[in-house]
């Protein structure tokens, strides 16, 4: 069998693309911007009807819009992009053929039938169950057959993520070890394969329940595993748009990561900590010990929590070095003042870090610890939080990679390159925004996938959010979350425009030939120079003084937050 | 090059830490340690903690318990529904079922007392979410999960569910009052 070994170099980045794999990302990302638009509209929906001035939508199809926009946006769209990444990092970054892409049209396409019949599923009407899908409460089994049917896809794909990398390193396309960005890429494939056989252990059963063939599903049982499938994708994302970050850094400034020991290491502490963190779901339920509890949800000590905060060091770190070199080294701050915030790409990518640090990482922590979840459990604080990280940590990260890809990987000019300057502060403030209320109104006990906070009609209403402070709260979350909806409209636009109706980007030399017509030899790698590190930057030691600061203003506001909640906590009724 | 390329040392892990990295790394262990450690001493020294006390039940046997002390302590019925409000002594077991779309029945305890409450569902999953105090408990079909909680203030509280359970989810409300002990 002929070995389909087709390169083409883009004349802009350097970057060489194999044309099935080129192919395949294509598809992937199309497929995860149409996951983007239905889930957008979606939001729009929910968000008015959660708004308890407008209150737009009856209950049923509040709770229906609500399962599918979670669907389509925590699943769907992120994992549909993360497959384009993965064979990016694979078989762009390491310049090797795509093992297998038979095998990866073979899971592209069981994941769209997958999405479909999930979709159908809720749109039917009788699956408004939540992304949870707690049992007992029951979906009609289509809605667990299209989730499985897309997690098998996925699998595949990374599979033959794995298989690229064992061709690139027979084929020898590259010295040494692979770039960071890649090795990150692994991360999320290896979180990605254990998330997956979590959801087979989980899903499965529920399928097979759902058709009556077995008779009993314990509630604890299910939260527990579903966790490990539920929390662990989110792991996949954080790992993913952390090597965004890397790579945006890289393209952007040619930053060199301080070391690579270091964001290596904090990579490996992901694999081995990061889903213990499924424990964090499992606080306020009967039935488990708190030395469990506190021994998981503290990922063994926090070393997951400290390889998060490693990376928001090195990253901004990076650049800051980068910025140095080129002669941007004056005072703490003049390389982050001279920044190209015009550059869609970096702005997104440095407001994603920003936001999920101070937002969805703070927060995150706080209401992972044990008695701390207590005041937190289940309240819009919730979904304020994974907002910050999903909303502005993954998918600004993935925007800011798009306005990257569309030239390189498409192949055709940005429209709307104006509109796409402004995008990244439309969407990410908009979104920091509808978090940070959010979160405010869980904080005052305001429930999450509620669809009445006024419990109108009902004699024994709660009266404690109509009207008050917590009323403000929603209403400021409602208009943020639209002023983001506005955000993303402008991304929707600027890709599809781009992609449809954007100028061409030719390739000079370049002409497909067929497989079978002839086989190239591999790609020779690129030998690169041996570069110094830069020695006379920076200030008293410190090549990074300005990101040590930032860094130490974050931490700050770490420990008082999470000292304040600790009062809170003190204030409220004793239990043991 | 760059983090893009195979990394330009071949020997990297030998790079020695930059001081930038070194100390931050420091510092954040350090923070990591001060938060794990929080967990162990607020079980400790702390007044607010979910103690490890649940037991395997089935709807049945949980409502004939809540039964019970219904017919034994109820001291009036309140709305249309004639849910009874129930006053059990301090320091006694007392009984809250969630079932779809109610809190079963309403609970009068005393300010400063002692009461060792229990959880559980006749269905699906619920939310036990006490306001304003803000205290959120998930609440399981077939496990009963003992809280012990010392109401500090009187005062006539809300209980809301907040976890999903269908439909009429929004309007699982009831409430719980708090009176001053004579």
Request: proline share 5%.
């Amino acid at each position: 069998m002929a070995v389909n070994r087709n390169f083409r170099v883009c004349p802009s980045t350097g970057l060489s693309y194999h044309e099935p794999a080129e192919k395949l990302m294509r598809w992937n990302a199309v497929a995860a911007v149409v996951s983007l638009l239905v889930g957008g509209v979606l939001a729009v929906l929910i968000v008015l009807t959660r708004w308890q001035a407008v209150h737009l939508l009856p209950p049923d199809w509040f709770y229906l819009l609500l399962t599918a926009h979670g669907l389509d946006m925590l699943v769907f769209w992120i994992i549909f992009f993360e497959i384009a990444v993965l064979y990016f990092c694979a078989s762009t970054l390491l310049r090797c053929r795509l093992a297998a892409p038979n095998w990866a049209w073979a899971g592209f396409w069981l994941m769209i039938v997958g999405a479909l019949v999930n979709n159908v599923a809720v749109f039917r009407g009788d699956s408004s169950v939540m992304f949870t899908s707690y049992v007992p409460m029951g979906a009609h089994p289509a809605f667990y057959l299209g989730l499985i049917l897309f997690a098998v896809g996925a699998l595949i794909a990374c599979f033959v993520f794995l298989g690229t990398l064992a061709v690139a390193k027979s084929e020898k396309t590259y010295h040494g070890s692979v770039p960071l960005v890649t090795f990150g890429a692994i991360t999320a494939a290896i979180i990605a394969i254990f998330t997956i056989a979590s959801g087979a252990i989980i899903l499965i059963p529920t399928f097979l329940w759902s058709v009556g063939l077995i008779g009993h599903i314990d509630s604890l049982m299910y939260r527990t595993v579903w966790w490990a499938f539920g929390h662990s994708s989110q792991q996949i994302n954080v790992a993913a748009h952390v090597s965004v970050w890397y790579a945006i850094a890289a393209i952007v400034f040619g930053a060199k990561p301080m070391s690579e020991k270091v964001s290596r290491t904090a990579f490996l502490l992901y694999i081995l900590f990061l889903q213990l963190a499924s424990a964090h779901h499992l606080l306020a339920d009967p039935g488990l010990t708190s030395h469990w509890k506190i021994f998981n949800t503290s990922y063994a000590m926090y070393l997951a929590v400290l390889a998060s905060m490693v990376h928001g060091l090195t990253v901004p770190g990076a650049i800051e070095v980068a910025q140095r070199q080129k002669g941007y080294n004056k005072g703490l701050f003049e390389w982050l003042r001279k920044a190209p915030w015009g550059n869609p790409s970096f702005s997104a990518m440095f407001i994603s870090l920003i936001g999920f640090g101070f937002l969805g990482g703070i927060s995150g922590v706080m209401m992972g610890t044990e008695q701390l979840n207590l005041i937190i459990h289940n309240t819009i604080y919730v979904p304020g939080h994974f907002h910050a990280t999903v909303v502005i940590g993954t998918t600004l990260a993935f925007m800011g990679l798009t306005y990257f890809l569309i030239p390189t990987l498409f192949r055709r000019e940005l429209m709307f390159p104006g509109m796409a300057k402004w995008q990244p502060y439309v969407f990410g403030l908009g979104m920091a925004g509808f978090s940070l209320f959010m979160m405010g109104a869980g904080t005052l006990g305001v429930p999450r996938r509620h669809w009445d906070i006024t419990f109108a009609g009902n004699p024994l209403a709660y009266d404690g959010w109509a009207g008050g402070t917590a009323w403000l709260m929603i209403a400021a979350m409602a208009i943020c979350g639209l002023l983001a909806t506005v955000g993303g409209a402008m991304y929707l636009l600027i890709t599809v425009g781009s992609v449809f109706l954007g100028k061409r980007i030719a390739t000079p030399d370049f002409a497909y030939v067929k497989a079978r017509d002839g086989v190239a030899p591999t790609m020779k790698p690129v030998e690169v120079a041996f570069e110094a590190h830069g020695s006379n930057i920076g200030t008293a030691g410190f090549v990074a003084p300005g990101t040590f600061v930032l860094a130490l203003v974050f931490l700050l506001s770490f420990v008082l937050y999470y000292f304040v909640n600790w009062k809170y906590l003190s204030t409220v009724w004793p239990l043991s | 090059m760059s983090a893009i390329s195979p990394p330009t040392q071949r020997v990297w892990w030998k790079q020695p830490l930059d001081r930038v990295e070194g100390m931050w790394i420091v510092i954040a262990f350090v923070w990591c340690l001060v938060m794990f450690f929080m967990m162990p001493y607020w079980h400790v020294f702390g007044k607010q903690n979910l103690a490890n006390e649940a037991y395997r039940t089935t709807p049945e046997a949980f409502t004939a318990k809540t039964q019970a002390m219904v017919d034994k302590y109820t001291v009036r019925v309140e709305t249309d529904q004639k849910i009874p409000v129930v006053r059990p002594p301090a320091g006694s077991d007392v009984y809250l079922i969630a079932r779809l779309w109610a809190w079963w029945p309403m609970l009068e305890l005393e300010e400063g007392k002692t009461y060792r409450l229990h959880l559980a569902s006749l269905d699906y999953l619920h939310g036990f979410s006490l306001q304003p105090e803000n205290i959120n408990i998930q609440v399981h079909p077939n496990y009963d999960h003992v809280v012990t909680l010392t109401p500090t203030r009187a005062g006539t509280y809300g209980i809301v569910c907040n976890e999903y359970c269908g439909i009429n989810h929004a309007t699982m409300v009831s409430r719980l009052y708090v009176v001053k002990s004579k």
